[in-house]
T-cell receptor
């Protein structure tokens, strides 16, 4: 149990376009979902925390108008990178937890390459 | 602000060797500590979670210890195998809800046949 999927697994897009990444909890209801970004040879950095039905909480330095997060249901959260630029190229990983300070279950990640 | 440090950054060992990975954190008020494995280009696999009240957790050839007072955790891998080659990350939760994870930079392990 506790499987999290991401779609797509990789995406290549042109600079200036928008890209949507989906994160789904397949066999449990996730009240909280998290979005991380990982640059090559670096660790994961939390971008934002989203609770179902409410606005996401963004970490300092993360532009909320550029990285739009929607957590409309207990099994789905989406991250939209708007007007993507080459510096947004990264590995994006989501995670989900049921409630409170509990284990987060991680998705397999989405690799974004902006040309 | 919680900071997590992992030493060494990279480690290369021959197959069969026992090894220890280190993780330290600056704020000892943690709910738990978690060790993950990440293969190249992949997501994270949870290996062990130690609650703040526990001293250690074991799973197969893996043993993780936690010393909250000193802000340290170790991951011990016994009889290493080439399949253990990966990056190992430790993470601690923080924030008001205790759910926001702070990760270390990771230790890149290579086990040579």
């Amino acid at each position: 149990g506790a499987v999290v999927s991401q779609h797509p697994s990789w995406v290549i897009c042109k600079s200036g376009t928008s890209v949507k990444i989906e994160c789904r909890s397949l066999d449990f209801q996730a009240t909280t979902m998290f979005w991380y970004r990982q640059f090559p040879k670096q660790s994961l950095m939390l971008m934002a925390t989203s609770n179902e039905g409410s606005k996401a909480t963004y970490e300092q330095g993360v532009e909320k108008d550029k990285f739009l997060i929607n957590h409309a249901s207990l099994t789905l959260s989406t991250l939209t990178v708007t007007s993507a630029h080459p510096e947004d190229s990264s590995f994006y990983i989501c995670s989900a937890s049921r409630t409170g300070p509990e284990t987060q279950y991680f998705g397999p990640g989405t690799r974004l390459l902006v040309l | 602000k919680q900071e997590v440090t992992q030493i060494p950054a990279a480690l290369s060992v021959p197959e069969g060797e026992n090894l220890v990975l280190n993780c330290s954190f600056t704020d000892s008020a943690i709910y738990n500590l978690q060790w993950f494995r990440q293969d190249p280009g992949k997501g994270l696999t949870s290996l062990l979670l130690i609650q703040s009240s526990q001293r250690e957790q074991t799973s197969g050839r893996l043993n993780a210890s936690l010393d909250k007072s000193s802000g340290r955790s170790t991951l011990y891998i016994a009889a290493s195998q080439p399949g253990d080659s990966a990056t190992y990350l430790c993470a601690v939760p923080g924030g008001t809800s205790g759910s926001r994870l702070t990760f270390g930079e990771g230790t890149q392990l290579t086990v040579n046949p």
